[in-house]
């Protein structure tokens, strides 16, 4: 059985079914790690992805190619950190837009245009939270449909359905209030 060493210097030398034999023997392995850090099964395959592009696009820089499980779970590592910093910067972000509605609460209801600012949000807050993030974020903060899926880490097909879902809904909760009073 051939070493890491000997597969990298293999492939280094124009062998390319070389790094199919280093893919088999450390994928599992960069998933588990990825997993491990992240706590999310596709993530982690994501990650991991992400992880083997870096390394075919380096690997002929490699100097100690004796090293490549280390170098290679080292970028899985920050990989994985770079996802864990950007959700936590969404999650914020989304905690912060929960607050501000949840200041907004407070309207005058003797006003008309407060008064259907309040059966707004309260039809908003029946919406379930996935439609609720979308809207928000589509609606308050100007978001493409482009950038709501990014930041949710959802196809754009998705951020559609969840958008048009969430208009569905809120018309027929405000057809509702219509006749409340």
């Excluded at 395959?45 to 090293?67: F, G």
């Excluded at 559609?160 to 018309?171: G, M, Q, V």
Aim: proline share 2%.
């Amino acid at each position: 059985m051939k070493t890491d060493k000997d597969l990298v210097l293999e492939f280094q030398s124009g062998n390319a079914p070389a790094l199919n034999q280093l893919v088999k023997r450390w994928h599992k392995a960069f998933c588990e790690k990825a997993y491990w850090l992240v706590k999310d099964a596709d993530a982690a395959k994501d990650i991991a992805q992400d992880s083997w592009k870096i390394i075919i696009n380096k690997i002929d820089k490699l100097e100690k190619p004796e090293s490549f499980g280390s170098w290679g779970l080292r970028i899985v590592c920050n990989k994985s950190i770079d996802w864990l910093n950007r959700n936590s910067r969404v999650q914020k972000h989304l905690d912060q837009i929960k607050h501000e509605h949840t200041q907004q609460a407070i309207i005058d209801e003797t006003d008309d245009s407060a008064l259907l600012k309040a059966k707004l949000l309260k039809a908003f807050k029946k919406l379930p939270s996935h439609q609720q993030t979308v809207i928000q974020l589509f609606y308050t903060e100007d978001y493409s449909l482009k950038e709501i899926s990014k930041t949710l880490n959802i196809s754009v097909g998705t951020t559609k359905s969840r958008l048009f879902h969430a208009r569905e809904k809120l018309k027929q909760l405000l057809k509702h209030y219509n006749y409340e009073e």
